[in-house]
């Protein structure tokens, strides 16, 4: 008897997109982005992304039951952001553990080139990361994701999900 294994993978998930106009309060002296404010950006996407999901801002930052802080960060600059520019900024969750997470952040100007026909090309910016632990905010231990926070996971992201095995 032979067995036949088959292993389904489900098609990857769209990653949150969200849109963005670089402001003159974004940028420097020298007028490109200052390179905290990148962070801002991403900071806002990752908002947008949570309210897209269901998730109540109010609900999720002010004095929750679970605290999901940043506890680490990095960005790198492929581009300078000037005033005026389009922005485009992908948000990818992917779940670390059962009680961490990590948000890709694509940041990636938008141009848009023609007169009759129109031809919207994008160019790589910035890619930031923040990594979150799930903290009880009472006794500031580790704790599971939310099923909010999962349900936004399995949305715009990835989550610890194994591919189906049929027999």
């Not at 969200?18 to 962070?39: K, P, W």
């Not at 960005?75 to 961490?100: A, H, I, M, N």
């Not at 926070?149 to 715009?156: C, D, I, R, T, Y």
Request: a negative charge; one cysteine or more.
């Amino acid at each position: 008897m032979r067995l036949a294994l088959f292993f389904i993978t489900l098609a990857p998930r769209m990653p949150f997109t969200y849109h963005r106009t670089i402001r003159f309060s974004d940028t420097d002296a020298a007028g490109v982005v200052f390179f905290a404010n990148i962070l801002t950006i991403c900071h806002e996407a990752y908002e947008a992304s949570l309210s897209a999901a269901g998730i109540n801002a109010s609900d999720f930052f002010c004095y929750p039951r679970i605290a999901i802080p940043i506890t680490h960060t990095t960005v790198d600059f492929t581009r300078p952001l000037f005033c005026g520019d389009d922005v485009r900024v992908y948000v990818t969750p992917k779940q670390l553990k059962d009680s961490e997470f990590e948000v890709a952040y694509d940041l990636f100007t938008v141009e848009t080139t023609g007169d009759e026909i129109t031809s919207v090309q994008e160019f790589p910016a910035a890619r930031g990361f923040t990594k979150h632990v799930c903290i009880d905010s009472a006794s500031r231990t580790r704790t599971q994701i939310p099923p909010n926070v999962m349900h936004w996971l399995e949305q715009w992201g990835k989550s610890l999900g194994n591919p189906i095995e049929l027999l």
